[in-house]
């Protein structure tokens, strides 16, 4: 069973610091891996996306990696912002015939301070 | 644009009252989900639907049943209401491109169901 792990939990960094969020996942026969943002009391916003057969996806300051034979990705966000502080969840998509099948991450709480 | 669209926004529900929460989405997409949120749990798919007139069960199904009778509406529904239910519930679509589900997700705003 596809388990999916996001250390740390929290994360606190002064504005303009490059950081990183890890997520690590058991079984590496995945169909793609998706990094989402959530802000409080709001839905999920599809940040990257990343197909089994790529290694990374960038868009503008995040950059997001995927080694799957590690079992691992990572999300790179470049001159940190307050408007960045949200939650980041993690998700692995495990294809089963007609459909995506999403296991997600319990995410990282990342605050950025002004 | 709409995108995906959740009613009610939030419902408190005594336990074993019925409601059906309500997801519509304007970007003609084939596949729909229904997801719970937990605190410390992460989002668990509940049912999803490949395509109009189909469903089919997720990770936690129980208690929970389902339709699509048309392409752009999902229903959720609860038959019988119980505290376990007090979650809040995400709807999300996916497209098709080149014969297979693209697996990109896009997400309604969720709705609070309080079951007392």
């Known amino acids: 069973k596809q388990e999916v792990t996001q250390i740390p939990a929290a994360l606190s960094v002064p504005e303009g610091e490059n950081l990183v969020l890890n997520c690590s996942f058991t079984d590496s026969a995945i169909y793609n891996l998706q990094w989402f943002r959530q802000d409080p009391g709001k839905g999920l916003t599809s940040l990257l996306l990343i197909q089994s057969s790529q290694r990374e996806q960038t868009s503008g300051r995040l950059n997001a990696s995927l080694d799957k034979s590690s079992g691992r990705s990572t999300l790179y966000i470049a001159a940190s912002q307050p408007g960045d502080s949200a939650t980041y969840l993690c998700a692995v998509g495990n294809y089963g015939g007609a459909t995506n099948k999403l296991i997600f991450g319990t995410g990282t709480l990342l605050a950025v301070q002004p | 644009n709409a995108g995906v669209t959740q009613t009610p926004k939030f419902r408190v529900l005594k336990t074993g009252q019925s409601m059906t929460l309500l997801c519509a989405q304007d970007m003609n997409h084939e596949y729909m989900y229904w997801y719970r949120q937990d605190p410390g749990m992460g989002l668990r798919l509940i049912h999803y639907s490949v395509g109009e007139g189909t469903t089919a069960k997720g990770e936690v199904p129980d208690g929970y049943n389902v339709s699509r009778l048309k392409k752009q509406n999902f229903l959720l529904g609860l038959e019988s209401a119980a505290p376990s239910q007090t979650s809040v519930y995400f709807c999300?679509?996916?497209?098709?491109?080149?014969?297979?589900?693209?697996?990109?997700?896009?997400f309604g705003e969720g709705s609070r169901l309080t079951v007392l």
């Open positions: 999300a679509s996916s497209f098709k491109a080149g014969g297979k589900n693209t697996g990109e997700l896009f």
